[in-house]
């Protein structure tokens, strides 16, 4: 094959470096809007997930709470609940929180201090107070029987998850496409090759065929039917200059740069890489490193957690609530922290629906429906990649053998046209033969580079598919 690819690139001239397909790819892995879009994407979900990670880890924060009030009622009531006056306060806060991941709730530890100062006609009654909580611990959880926190850490690990795939994902996904422009490129050369060599042929010949044409050597039929294929040959060759320049400035845009200037040249690939994989090791490594099944499996979790949360709210909803600290009132900020009384506090909420019209139950209903649809989706997801690894399997082996038998093609169609050639030559064949043996030359080499285009393509589909390297 080696002694073929030259034989298709030997008619143009080097004039810069030749680009590989290798390098093409890392070019397009490195500049690509698309490159850059996906790995801006895992760094979001990789900060985000980073961000999620620390919530959970203890939280200390401090509160400060300014507020005013004013309080204006019937001047001629003497009620302490009527009185007019002005009341500016202020809490500050110190919290050290923990989110109590097996259960579902949130435990914390607290210190409080309220100053509250009075004004009006009667200030002098109350001018200012103090409350004081030098340490408060308690627990708190809006609804047992379900734990929003497992979820939250189950989906967030499978987006990032998907994230990370979707990034491998991408970069095959470039390394795919620049492969189906490279070898548009490369054909197109070649073809701009071929038609090259045709077209100095063709002059060779018409020269040829004009000096016996001078000797009556040539009949005038055959003159121009050698004529119309010189025409011809200028035609093909136009059009395959055109299609290169194409080629060119297609793979150059994707590429974002300028690395293919006007007469560069590509370097096909002159072997076949190896692919030691079954069809059931293909299948597996693809379900493993599909993003999108990796997002089916996110967007199942998500449902199955609100198929749950439903199922928590569909009867009596319990939440909890309860602490235990020391407390103190005085009109002094040091007395408030002197001899502080132990206090209990404990709630639970029981909410019970008497007449919803069934919508807890409809939105179970809903969730759980909703369930299944997602569960169908990923089935779905998984029976179209399992379809396209399997297919991209078969197309692999098949594209192998077709390029093995093209280039024994193209090196039966060289050899015939080289001995139908100096047959013409010699006057032992017409010029009807001498075209078909060039037609089936072209036809040759045109399966062959769609066949090294086809197996390439189909080998990078195969990395994407499984990101096998």
């Not at 002098?124 to 959880?141: E, H």
């Not at 309860?322 to 132990?342: C, D, E, I, K, R």
Request: charged share 25%; aromatic share 10%; glycine share 4%.
């Amino acid at each position: 094959m080696r002694k073929l690819l030259t034989v298709i690139l030997c008619c143009v001239p080097l004039v810069c470096r030749a680009q590989s397909l290798d390098e093409i790819i890392r070019l397009a892995q490195d500049s690509t809007i698309t490159a850059f879009q996906s790995r801006y994407q895992y760094e979001y979900y990789s900060q985000r997930n980073a961000r999620f990670e620390a919530l959970r880890k203890p939280q200390l924060e401090f509160n400060l709470t300014p507020n005013y009030q004013r309080m204006i009622s019937d001047p001629a009531r003497t009620y302490v609940y009527l009185r007019n006056y002005d009341r500016f306060s202020t809490a500050a806060q110190l919290r050290l929180s923990q989110k109590v991941l097996g259960w579902g709730g949130d435990a914390y530890v607290e210190s409080l201090a309220i100053w509250s100062e009075y004004f009006g006609h009667d200030q002098n009654d109350r001018p200012r107070d103090f409350v004081a909580l030098p340490f408060n611990i308690g627990y708190q959880q809006d609804l047992l029987g379900y734990n929003p926190y497992k979820w939250e850490k189950t989906i967030e690990d499978q987006r990032l998850e998907a994230a990370r795939k979707q990034l491998g994902y991408d970069l095959h996904r470039i390394a795919e496409e620049a492969t189906t422009r490279f070898f548009r490129l490369a054909c197109a050369q070649g073809m701009m090759d071929m038609c090259l060599r045709n077209k100095q042929t063709a002059d060779t010949l018409y020269a040829i065929a004009r000096e016996k044409a001078s000797i009556a050597m040539v009949s005038l039929a055959e003159l121009r039917s050698l004529e119309l294929q010189r025409l011809n040959a200028a035609n093909a060759l136009l059009s395959a200059r055109n299609e290169e320049q194409l080629a060119r400035e297609s793979l150059a845009a994707y590429l974002r740069t300028d690395v293919l200037p006007s007469g560069s040249r590509l370097t096909i690939p002159t072997s076949t890489k190896p692919v030691y994989l079954s069809d059931g090791d293909a299948l597996e490594m693809a379900r493993a490193n599909s993003p999108a099944l990796q997002q089916k499996k996110m967007e199942l979790s998500e449902a199955l957690q609100q198929q749950q949360k439903a199922r928590s709210e569909q009867g009596v909803k319990v939440g909890v609530d309860f602490s235990v600290g020391m407390q103190q009132l005085s009109n002094t900020f040091v007395g408030a922290y002197q001899q502080p009384q132990l206090f209990m506090l404990g709630a639970v909420s029981l909410r019970v629906p008497i007449v919803d019209n069934g919508a807890a139950r409809k939105g179970y209903a809903a969730a759980t429906a909703w369930k299944d649809r997602e569960e169908q989706a990923l089935k779905e997801q998984e029976r179209a990649l399992d379809e396209d690894v399997r297919t991209t399997m078969d197309n692999l082996r098949a594209h192998e053998q077709m390029l093995a038998h093209t280039s024994e093609a193209v090196t039966m169609a060289d050899e015939v046209f080289e001995l139908t050639a100096e047959n013409y030559a010699n006057g032992l064949c017409d010029i009807n033969t001498y075209s078909i043996a060039q037609s089936r030359r072209d036809s040759a080499y045109n399966q062959h580079l769609t066949a090294l285009a086809n197996y390439w393509i189909t080998y990078y589909h195969l990395l994407t598919l499984t990101q096998y390297e």
